[in-house]
């Protein structure tokens, strides 16, 4: 029985932090007043 629970419980923990992991949406373009890309000073 305690067998049983701890296989179930191991088994929602693994699903949650997998479930975690993955695509959130569609990737959306930059505002028009973004500031980015920007040109970084070289290094010495």
């Known amino acids: ?3 049983t629970i701890a296989v179930v ?3 929602f923990l693994m699903t949650a932090t997998l479930s975690a992991c993955g695509k ?3 990737p959306k373009p930059p505002d028009q007043n973004s500031t980015y890309p920007q040109k970084y000073p070289k290094a010495r």
Do not use: T
């Open 9 to 11: 419980f191991i088994a």
């Open 1 to 3: 029985m305690i067998r």
């Open 24 to 26: 959130k949406g569609d």
